[in-house]
Nanobody, 127 residues
Framework: VQLQASGGGLVQPGDSLTLSCAASDGTFSRYPMGWFRQAPGKEREFVAAISYRGSPRYHANSVRGRFTISRDNAENTIYLQMNNLKPEDTAVYYC?????????????????????WGQGTQVTVSS
């Protein structure tokens, strides 16, 4: 499956941004999905995950209350709504898909658990 992330950009602290990740595979609706990010000089870190049913979902402590992951299986797309952005949110954001064969309530927080990755979209938060 191919994943195409989009929606990144340059914003000011406190602004909002919504990232999208579109999947090419029609079986997308059976894939748990996740968002990760990687800042310069740092390791890739988990941001949010969602089961293929759309619930449950889980957010990293660093973004909980500010970011929300969601999905639209009819559109083969997941989203990351990011509010109250901070300079430390600056990173390349990647979407990822876990292959089939998992339960409808499963979600994953480790990068190694995912099978497919998008190309990344840059988010820069700066005044």
């Amino acid at each position: 499956v191919q994943l195409q992330a989009s929606g990144g950009g340059l914003v000011q602290p406190g602004d909002s941004l919504t990232l999208s990740c579109a999947a090419s595979d029609g079986t997308f609706s059976r894939y748990p999905m996740g968002w990760f990010r990687q800042a310069p000089g740092k390791e890739r870190e988990f941001v949010a995950a969602i089961s293929y049913r759309g619930s449950p979902r889980y957010h990293a402590n660093s973004v909980r209350g500010r970011f929300t992951i969601s999905r639209d299986n009819a559109e083969n797309t997941i989203y990351l709504q990011m509010n109250n952005l901070k300079p430390e949110d600056t990173a390349v954001y990647y979407c990822a898909a876990k292959g089939q064969g998992v339960g409808g309530s499963a979600y994953f927080t480790e990068a190694a658990q995912y099978d497919y990755w998008g190309q990344g979209t840059q988010v820069t938060v700066s005044s």
